[in-house]
């Protein structure tokens, strides 16, 4: 049976596609540095290959996953807390091609790597991330895997981290705190659930096993994923709101639009429809079972204060 390889595996994106593979009977080996938090893949540790690669050697470990049908590359850095930008170039560009290299090498048949919409004059990461982008153009050049970028439009859901929008508006509804400090919620972006990101890698990951796609004479593609519709954040905001029954006070305006703040991001789905692809959730569905989620896990998860 051929392996799947995830790295970043115990992420929020790569811990729900670690679940989906193994639960469709899929051989999955999951990539995670030592230090990583298994807590999201406790009910798959049984089922998984797990590899720890801080050091260790790439080539060696994709090798012992052979043969392989795909490296779907969800590990990043996002640059949080002030990272310095050498850590964030180590990991999303040096690392990251190091894994690549070690994919063609391995014969895998093709890479996935999870990017991102931001444009990148917008952040550290969103320029790393396009950096890494490019080298992926260069390496398929003449190479026998497949490479695959995915420009991500703004996820959410189930288990996301504490610091995305969705997730801090979210707990902040359900720990009803008193204020809610936001931005003008201007900003249009394209919001989409994990579970239509999920459906959409395994669908890319299906194509590219196919007969079809490896008769394709070029090595490198590029997929917009997302759900196709832009919505002010403003509106996520008050609909998280009405779906928690929270009584916390949004305060918009109460803080300032980052530097160089993208206000209009929206997918252009045109490509993944010809894979027979599209989002299965609209947002308020999406919202409502992520919701229901946090509040099950409220006790174990949420830290609300009184």
């Not at 938090?37 to 012992?64: C, H, K, M, P, W």
């Not at 180590?90 to 790597?113: D, H, M, P, Y």
């Amino acid at each position: 049976m051929s392996t799947i390889v995830i790295s970043g595996a115990s992420g929020f994106l790569g811990s729900h596609l670690t679940r989906h593979f193994v639960k469709a009977g899929r051989r999955v080996a999951a990539l995670v540095r030592t230090q990583s938090s298994l807590r999201r893949l406790t009910d798959v540790l049984n089922d998984i290959q797990l590899q720890f690669v801080d050091a260790g050697d790439l080539e060696n470990a994709l090798a012992a996953q052979a043969p392989i049908e795909a490296v779907i590359h969800t590990a990043t850095d996002y640059g949080r807390k002030g990272a310095p930008f050498s850590r964030l170039v180590e990991t999303n560009v040096a690392w990251s091609l190091r894994l690549a290299e070690a994919a063609v090498k391995a014969q895998a048949g093709c890479f996935l790597n999870a990017g991102t919409a931001l444009p990148p004059e917008v952040s550290p990461y969103a320029l790393s991330k396009h950096h890494f982008s490019q080298w992926l153009k260069w390496l398929a050049n003449g190479s026998e895997t497949c490479f695959v970028d995915v420009a991500l439009e703004t996820m959410y859901g189930e288990d996301d981290n504490p610091a995305q929008f969705v997730t801090y508006v979210i707990i902040g509804c359900l720990c009803n705190v008193e204020r809610l400090p936001l931005t003008t919620g201007e900003q249009e972006r394209d919001f989409i659930y994990i579970q239509d990101v999920v459906a959409a890698l395994a669908r890319l990951v299906e194509f590219y096993s196919s007969e079809e796609a490896k008769q394709c004479t070029h090595r490198y593609a590029t997929y917009s994923v997302g759900s196709g519709v832009a919505v002010p954040i403003r509106q996520v905001a008050c609909m998280i709101h009405a779906l928690s029954d929270a009584h916390t006070l949004l305060d918009f305006g109460a803080t300032p639009h980052r530097p160089h703040e993208v206000m209009f991001s929206q997918a252009d789905l045109t490509a993944m429809r010809r894979l027979n692809w599209s989002p299965q959730y609209d947002l308020q569905t999406g919202l409502s079972r992520t919701i229901a989620w946090w509040r099950a896990h409220k006790e174990e998860r949420l830290q609300c204060a009184g």
